[in-house]
C-alpha cells in the first residue's frame, strides 16, 4: 500500500504559508478587496492540509513495526500535537468565518481569528519538526 504521510505532511506548511503572505498583502489597502477570495481559499486549504496529514498519518503509523520506547514517546507527542493542530485549524476557519458574517463583535472574532493564526502557525511548524525527527533521527518508516 501506498504511504500517503510523507506527502501529505507537507500540505500544512504550505498552506500556512500561503495565509501568512496573503495576510501579510493584505496591509496594503488596495489589496484587501482582490485577495479576499485568496484568502478564503487559503483558510479551507489549511483545514484540508490538516485533515490530510493527520488521516495519512494514522495510515503510515499503522504499519509502524515495534519501535523503542523513547520514538515511541517521540511518536506520542507528534501524534497529540497532530490532534491539536487539527482542532486549531478548525477554530482557524470558524473564528474566520465568524469575522466575516458577524454584525457585532467581528472586531473581536477577527482578533480571536489572529491569535488562533499564530498558534497554528507555531503548531504546524512544532508538528512538523516532531515528524522530521522521527523520520530523519530514529528512522521511522524507512525502508532499511
Not at 500561503?18 to 482582490?34: G, N, T, Y
Not at 465568524?98 to 457585532?104: D, I, P, T
Request: net charge positive; with cysteine; hydrophobic share 55%.
Amino acid at each position: 500500500m501506498i504511504d500517503l504521510h510523507p506527502p501529505a505532511s507537507g500540505l500544512p506548511l504550505a498552506s500556512v504559508v500561503l495565509l501568512c503572505v496573503v495576510e501579510m498583502l493584505r496591509c496594503v489597502p488596495r489589496a484587501r478587496a482582490i485577495l479576499n477570495p485568496l484568502r478564503t481559499t487559503a483558510v479551507s486549504a489549511c483545514v484540508v492540509a490538516v485533515i490530510a496529514a493527520f488521516v495519512s498519518g494514522y495510515q503510515a503509523s499503522s504499519r509502524a513495526i515495534a519501535l523503542a520506547p523513547h520514538v515511541e514517546i517521540a511518536m506520542g507527542w507528534h501524534h497529540s500535537l497532530g490532534k491539536g493542530l487539527l482542532a486549531t485549524s478548525l477554530l482557524l476557519a470558524t473564528f474566520y468565518y465568524l469575522s466575516r458574517v458577524a454584525k457585532h463583535g467581528a472586531r473581536l472574532m477577527s482578533a480571536l481569528y489572529y491569535i488562533v493564526v499564530a498558534i497554528y502557525v507555531a503548531l504546524t511548524v512544532w508538528v512538523g519538526t516532531l515528524g522530521g525527527q522521527l523520520v530523519f533521527t530514529y528512522g521511522v518508516n524507512v525502508l532499511r
